[in-house]
């Protein structure tokens, strides 16, 4: 297995030896033992910090994709329409899962590079659609940049629109996530990003209303949400929990709320800055380049003319230093730098953009 000095890949990130650790432990049965519920208990209150809501934080076994395909399959039915707005490829994939499932999708799209700004024609869409479900990305990881919820959310309040999913993977615990101050009703997360905790784990935020409409659909599938709305009041969870992932998870929120939310949200932006600064700096040029929100916690970058990806690639991880490829349309032309969680540290990123610099100008 191949290792890297220094990572900067954009999720899953590097994990600290005191979460590995939170996780070391041969536990006894989580259907059985009391502790276990104790554990999920502290775990759902400390991602109810760090997401801003009071609403039921549902904690599920396996990668962030489980509760984005999880929320959708409890929520919707064949027929139900659902307006998809898209500055990337997790928006437009989430359009797809909702076409998967047999919805009239309408899907509102903008460019990679863009960030959603146009509200007057996003309301005239509510207006007319008069979706069941709207869904956007918060941020989006291959083209580094943010969207603004807030402004979706007053107009799915504005238009009385049931539900607002929200994908905010990779930008919870790393930039402001206000879920119930947004009017989200799904905030969906995971544990391989920000948190710095190991791809086992993926969670979200259920609203009231949220919860209303799960019990109306009735879904029953392995990645359902209804069995979690009782699960800690009648002791019993659909599947065996997983107790190491639950604690690792428990522990990387612990270290992010001792070290203080905003603090940590103020370094992610401090090196981001710093990021993008030194890539402009080589020369290079940043991916979007126009007027988009960029990420905090994800940069993209354009791969340097004449330069193929894969040999750079490979030369910098003869160089110890590891980023992100790239899918879809930008798959070959633009790279990705994770500076998120552990990653979001001032040293390694100069230590990788040092290295990068001397790879560009070779």
Not at 145 to 165: D, H, R, S, W
Not at 170 to 179: A, D, L, N
Not at 202 to 221: P, R, T
Request: aromatic share 10%; glycine share 10%.
């Amino acid at each position: 297995m191949k290792t890297y000095q220094i990572p900067m890949v954009p999720g899953p990130v590097s994990v600290s030896r005191e979460v590995l650790e939170a996780g070391q432990v041969n536990f006894g049965s989580a259907d059985l033992e009391k502790d276990y519920l104790e554990l999920y208990k502290a775990t759902e209150k400390a991602l109810r910090k760090i997401m801003c809501t009071k609403n039921r934080v549902v904690i599920q076994t396996g990668e962030g994709m489980l509760a984005l395909w999880g929320a959708l399959k409890s929520c919707l039915l064949p027929g139900d329409k659902v307006l998809v707005l898209s500055t990337g490829l997790f928006g437009y994939g989430i359009g797809d899962m909702a076409e998967a499932i047999g919805c009239e999708v309408r899907t509102l799209g903008f460019g990679f590079d863009e960030t959603l700004a146009d509200f007057d024609l996003i309301e005239k869409v509510i207006r007319e659609f008069q979706p069941k479900m709207i869904t956007m990305v918060q941020n989006e990881t291959p083209s580094g940049t943010m969207n603004p919820v807030a402004e979706i959310g007053a107009l799915k309040l504005k238009y009385n629109v049931p539900l607002l999913y929200v994908d905010a993977v990779s930008g919870i615990g790393g930039s402001v996530v206000k879920t119930d101050e947004w009017q989200v009703d799904l905030c969906l997360g995971g544990s391989q990003k920000c948190l710095s905790a190991p791809a086992s784990m993926s969670f979200l935020s259920v609203s009231d209303k949220a919860w209303e409409i799960i019990e109306e659909v009735g879904y029953v599938g392995y990645d359902a949400l209804a069995p979690f709305r009782d699960a800690i009041r009648n002791a019993y969870f659909p599947y065996t929990p997983y107790w190491q992932g639950t604690a690792q998870l428990y522990r990387a929120c612990e270290l992010l709320l001792e070290e203080g939310l905003p603090r940590v949200i103020a370094r992610h932006r401090k090196v981001a800055e710093y990021c993008r600064k030194r890539i402009l700096s080589m020369g290079l040029k940043l991916f979007p380049v126009y007027d988009a929100v960029p990420s905090p916690t994800v940069t993209a970058v354009y791969v340097p003319e004449k330069m193929l990806w894969k040999k750079l690639d490979a030369g910098l991880r003869e160089e110890g230093v590891v980023f992100g490829g790239n899918y879809g349309c930008l798959a070959g032309k633009v790279f990705r730098i994770g500076h998120m969680g552990t990653q979001a540290n001032l040293d390694l990123v100069k230590q990788a953009m040092d290295i990068l610099e001397l790879r560009v100008k070779k």
